[in-house]
């Protein structure tokens, strides 16, 4: 069992800048993928942006160009800038991992409980 605690959210105005942190911890031998999702009510959860235990950075078309993810890896921590903020970007922000508890395990994913962002004036 992995838990994962997010941080750093809150109400900003829109042009602002926030940094969300997400610690996992837990039944953890290696995290494959961490990164964060987004989701407001009716819709689908979308990706915002994840980095791999290579290093490999994915971003979701609403993050190229204003937001950066990035990894501690002895940490077990996951961190997303968020600059130039806009309206649209207000949602539930859910860390997620794959992760392994043991070396021949299969992969798992965990979300996070969820944290708001809201941006408005």
């Known amino acids: 069992q992995v838990q994962l605690v997010e941080s750093g959210g809150g109400l900003v105005q829109p042009g602002g800048s926030l940094r969300l942190s997400c610690v996992a911890s837990?039944?953890?031998?290696?995290?494959?993928?961490m990164g964060w999702y987004r989701q407001n009510p009716g819709k689908q959860r979308e990706l915002v942006a994840q980095?791999?235990?290579?290093?490999?950075?994915t971003y979701g078309d609403s993050a190229k160009g204003r937001f950066a993810v990035s990894r501690d890896n002895a940490k077990n921590a996951v961190y997303l800038q968020m600059n130039s903020l806009q309206p649209e970007d207000t949602a539930i922000y859910y860390c997620?991992?794959?992760?392994?508890?043991?070396?021949?395990?299969?992969?798992?994913?965990?979300w996070g409980q969820g944290i708001q962002v809201t941006v408005s004036s």
């Open positions: 997620h991992t794959y992760s392994r508890d043991s070396g021949d395990s299969v992969v798992k994913g965990s």
């Open positions: 837990g039944s953890i031998f290696s995290i494959e993928v």
């Open positions: 980095v791999s235990s290579g290093g490999l950075l």
